[in-house]
């Protein structure tokens, strides 16, 4: 009777199974570890203090865009007014003696896309909003004969605040995966087809390098003054993000994703169960039968077996059964012998028995994964640092010639972690982060030898190749620059009155960062900024400046390879609009 008791404890096992290869039984189920795996690699430590590079003009992390002049003309490399304190400092040997004032401030929107091409994703098309509606510079200078001793005030770095209401495609990537990696529960049963996903993901982060700035300007001769100062930045970087409520959908139904992984494992560990049951009474029964190959039955049929009196027709029939459930036709089952129904068994049984350990490893990764697949979130502070010693010389050859050289040094910034939240623990209440700011070199040429026409010439290099990346996201390669990025404006101001004038300038500016270095949480692009603006004279001692440009970024599409789906791209683009406003006010001596 040991037959019969094959057939009624493997059909609960076998009615599972979809009616194709039932005897292979060759589940390809690949539940990736993903989640369990990537979930920490959406690393909201490298999304987060990437966000110090949120710069919004030229540098990667450097605001050049420190006054209403720069942004009316684009080019303040020569200056010679108020802003010079941060363009071009030993150019303040000029102005008249006495005190001097200026406040201004920027109004910056920022739009960023990531448009992502990899297949499991719902929608590759992802937009960030960055905004700083209060973007502040002040300057003081107080002129004696050949001295100048200036301060300033800005921010140097940063400076809004960054919003993914749906995050980007790093956050989703690995969520999405998950779907063709459960592809193989539908095997199992219909009831298991995993066929999407849903998540609410989220991401804000604010960060700001400010800058103080204190410095003399001493006048060598009529054509020579230099410049000695320092930049003291205290930063701070401010993160909120969360990824919560990812649900699959299944056989048509949305399931929180966890509670489903968690009541599905329990269920495929009881299939799993059943298929050792099967695997064990298998074995029995090849063991079983064992009497009669050595009574020299070995080489007969069923039928031939029965005839001699070797087996009844009832064990016939349940050995006839137990190898119709296997899948094998009745003919071929007339014609086995004996010792192939045994090894047909044996083979039955080694099958049950790495598909229920198969099944097992599944239970256990669907557990493991759910366990992964909770609401996470992160609310972290990083405060730090640093220091910029800054030089420059002023060349005067004439009146209608004026140059203007700074070098400012590279800042060695680290900044803490002060951690309120982080279910990732990628936030080490108190753990440093390495954020250093790459020096640049500024040059710029001024000439007002037409009459009412004042031009200047700018160029910017930044020494990008002088600070460590770190990690490119996406595929933990070392973030390369391919030289040290560069700007260059060129600003016109012409004056309609002898109190009001209008200016016009350009910027083109390109960081050259190999692809290495670009991801949808950083990324660098080329760009021409057009801009246009007033200087308006309101009285003797005060004056106002307005401006408004607008940065249009070249597109970049960025090939990266995933180890589980192979090449993918994705392209990049930004725009950023700033509206600016500044006073100006001397009290002369």
Do not use: C
């Amino acid at each position: 009777m040991f037959y019969l008791l094959i057939i009624n404890s493997i059909f609960v096992f076998l009615k599972l199974l979809p009616k194709k290869n039932k005897s292979k039984m060759n589940f390809k189920i690949r539940v990736y570890n993903l989640i369990k795996n990537q979930m920490k690699k959406l690393t909201f430590l490298i999304a987060f203090t990437m966000l110090a590079g949120m710069a919004f003009s030229s540098g990667l992390l450097t605001n050049t865009n420190q006054s209403a002049q720069f942004i009316r003309m684009m080019s303040r490399n020569a200056s010679l007014g108020i802003d010079a304190v941060y363009f071009n400092p030993a150019g303040l040997i000029k102005l008249q003696n006495g005190w001097h004032f200026a406040f201004s401030n920027q109004s910056v929107f920022q739009t960023k896309t990531v448009n992502s091409g990899f297949q499991f994703l719902n929608d590759g098309y992802y937009e960030g909003k960055v905004t700083a509606p209060v973007f502040p510079s002040a300057f003081a200078v107080y002129k004696k004969n050949n001295w100048a001793f200036s301060m300033g005030f800005g921010p140097i770095g940063g400076g809004g605040a960054a919003e993914f209401e749906r995050g980007l495609p790093s956050f989703e990537i690995p969520i999405s995966k998950v779907v063709p990696g459960l592809a193989g529960l539908k095997q199992i049963s219909d009831k298991y087809d995993v066929t999407g996903y849903d998540a609410d993901l989220y991401f804000q982060g604010s960060s700001i390098f400010w800058g103080i700035q204190v410095g003399a300007t001493y006048k060598i001769s009529e054509v020579f003054s230099v410049f000695g100062g320092v930049r003291y930045m205290p930063s701070v970087n401010a993160y909120e993000g969360s990824i919560k409520n990812i649900q699959l959908q299944v056989a048509g139904q949305m399931h929180p994703a966890s509670g489903w992984l968690d009541q599905t494992s329990g269920e495929v560990n009881a299939i799993s169960q059943q298929a050792a049951g099967a695997a064990n009474i298998y074995y029995g029964g090849a063991q079983q039968v064992q009497p009669i190959i050595d009574g020299g039955g070995g080489n007969y049929n069923l039928q031939q077996l029965e005839g001699a009196g070797k087996i009844t027709a009832l064990e016939r029939a349940q050995i006839e059964g137990g190898l119709k459930l296997l899948g094998i036709p009745q003919e071929n089952i007339d014609a086995m012998p004996m010792s192939t129904i045994q090894g047909t068994y044996k083979t039955a049984g080694d099958t049950y028995d790495a598909t229920s350990k198969k099944l097992a490893g599944v239970a256990t990764s669907l557990s493991e994964t759910g366990g992964q697949l909770g609401d996470k979130e992160v609310d972290v502070e990083q405060t730090g640092a640093g220091i910029t010693p800054i030089i420059g010389i002023n060349i005067s050859p004439n009146e209608d010639w004026n140059i203007g050289i700074k070098y400012e040094h590279k800042t060695y910034m680290t900044l803490k972690n002060k951690t309120k939240k982080d279910d990732l623990g990628l936030f080490p209440d108190g753990a440093d982060v390495n954020s250093d700011v790459p020096g640049f070199i500024s040059v710029g040429v001024g000439y007002r030898g037409v009459k009412k026409l004042e031009v200047q010439f700018s160029y910017n290099m930044y020494l990008n190749k002088g600070v460590d990346w770190g990690f490119n996201i996406r595929d933990k390669s070392h973030r390369e620059v391919d030289g040290n990025g560069f700007d260059t404006g060129l600003g016109l101001q012409y004056s309609i009155t002898d109190n009001f004038a209008f200016s016009v300038g350009a910027l083109y500016a390109d960081m050259k960062v190999a692809d290495s270095y670009q991801s949808d949480f950083s990324y660098s692009l080329p760009s021409f900024t057009p801009a246009a603006g007033i200087e308006w004279g309101l009285g003797e001692r005060l004056v106002l400046d307005a401006g408004v440009s607008n940065t249009f970024y070249f597109d970049k599409e960025v090939t990266f390879t995933d180890p589980d789906v192979g090449p993918y791209k994705e392209t990049y683009g930004k725009s950023t609009l700033v509206f600016a406003v500044g006073l100006s006010y001397s009290i002369f001596k």
